[in-house]
Structures are given as structure tokens and as C-alpha cells.
């Protein structure tokens, strides 16, 4: 269900002000845009319209995108536009207990990265000692090594998940 990407130095975001000017978003005009990783909390989900509708634009302007979503959708409600969406979908484990070896080896890839950063974020989660922060940490390592070379656009609680950009961004 998930590629693993070879080794990396950092993952690298760019910032929406970083992006080429509009005239080069459409084909053919010789600068290529990076591709975009969207993260997002559950996806589809019925009312974010505002995201498919993104997706959708991003797609028809010849832009690489793929999703990655913490969780499956539980409602059965989807947008009729959904089936035109043709990026990517990945999906998180429900629990690293569940793959334990995907978890292992995207964090040993990132830890390689910086492992001074990684093992402040860690200490950080776990000082806080909530189940639900070392899960969020654990996704987000998960999903790090999968989204080198893209744009992120994160549409998670940030509150929730405070060492993604730390993590995610070098």
C-alpha cells in the first residue's frame, strides 16, 4: 500500500509564497511545479469540499498530488466529485502494532536525518505522556519519509500535532 523512498537528507517543504508565478502552473510552460503532498486528518471526508476542490484544480493543472491521511473514512458519505480525484491515496496504519516494521523503518529513516531533532521531539511527546501525542508522533514519522520532494499542505488539528512541521521540515 506504501512505497518506501530511498534514502534522503532532509524532507523539504516549500512554502505557498515559494511557488512560480500562476502563469507557469499550466502545462507546457517548461517550469514544472513540485509535486504536493496533502496530510490530512480523514479523507474523503464529505464536508471538506474546499480541499477537493483543490485537488481537483492542482490536477487539472497538471500537478503531481497525493493524499495521506491519518484515518479511513467512517461515514460512507462521499462527494460525487471524488471519483474524479486520480491522486494517490495512502492511508496511516490504524496502529503501528498493525505494521510494525513500516513504523520501525520510516523512523530509523528519519532519525538518520537528524537524530538530535528526532530524539528532542520524542522526549517532548513523551513528557507529555498522553497516548494520543506518542500516536501522532509515530504517524508522523510514518509518513515523513513519503513526502520527500513535496509540497506539504497540512490539514490536521495543529494543536494535536505539534512535531509534524518540526519533524516534516528540515
Not at 538518520?112 to 514519522?141: E, I, N, P, S, T
Not at 509534524?164 to 528540515?170: A, E, H, K, Q, T
Amino acid at each position: 500500500m506504501t512505497d518506501v523512498l530511498g534514502p534522503a537528507d532532509r524532507v523539504q517543504a516549500v512554502r505557498a509564497t515559494d511557488a512560480p508565478p500562476p502563469e507557469t502552473l499550466r502545462r507546457g510552460h517548461g517550469t514544472r511545479r513540485p509535486p504536493v503532498a496533502y496530510i490530512l486528518k480523514m479523507y474523503p471526508r464529505f464536508s471538506e469540499t474546499f480541499i477537493l476542490n483543490e485537488i481537483l484544480e492542482l490536477e487539472q493543472q497538471g500537478v503531481e498530488v497525493r493524499i495521506f491521511s491519518l484515518k479511513k473514512p467512517d461515514d460512507g458519505r462521499f462527494h460525487a466529485d471524488i471519483s474524479r480525484v486520480r491522486a494517490r491515496v495512502t492511508y496511516a496504519p490504524e496502529s503501528p502494532l498493525l505494521a510494525p516494521r513500516a513504523f520501525f523503518h520510516a523512523h530509523r529513516e528519519v532519525w538518520r536525518w537528524d537524530r538530535a531533532r528526532y530524539v528532542r521531539q520524542l522526549w517532548g511527546v513523551l513528557k507529555r505522556r498522553r497516548m494520543g501525542a506518542l500516536k501522532r508522533f509515530l504517524q508522523a514519522g510514518y509518513f515523513t519519509p513519503l513526502i520527500r520532494g513535496f509540497t506539504t499542505r497540512m490539514r490536521i488539528l495543529p494543536r494535536a500535532q505539534p512535531q509534524w512541521p518540526s519533524l516534516c521540515i528540515g
